[in-house]
């Protein structure tokens, strides 16, 4: 799997079982400092939308999850700082959005109306697989 994009990768641990925040954070599991099993645990939550309630797309959370490990910061007196890694979240928030149309799971799933628009059912899979693609295309642009 050494040539396999990120993209794939997240896309291949959806498909063992791993939710879709799990399988975005877990295929950046080399570049972050805790091992697989618990980064497995820390992004469980945020699966269906966190814990299953349809809300923000855990792919998204899982976006969100893996660049505070990598950009975070840890300093709450620091207001330039959390402004800049809300503005990194808020980007490819967007991007999501732009490509998919929301960023919250019961509309993107369908199960949620949104009127004057149609909405386009995709499997979770590919939802998980353009999250990781933003975020490795991210990583790569700000390394």
Known sequence: MENTSRREKAMALHR???NC???????????????????AKLSSSFGGGIGGMREVCG???????????LYGNPDPRDRIAKSEHNARIQELAGEFR???????CRRLLGLEAVPGKELK???CGEYV???AEFLEEYISAHS
């Open 16 to 18: 063992e079982g791993y």
């Open 98 to 104: 732009e490509r998919n149309g929301d960023i919250v």
């Open 59 to 69: 792919t998204v959370s899982g976006m969100a999850v893996v660049l505070g490990f």
């Open 21 to 39: 925040a799990q399988a975005v954070v877990l295929a950046f599991a080399d570049m972050l400092p805790l091992d697989n099993k618990t980064l």
């Open 129 to 131: 697989g353009d999250a």
């Open 121 to 123: 059912k995709r499997p």
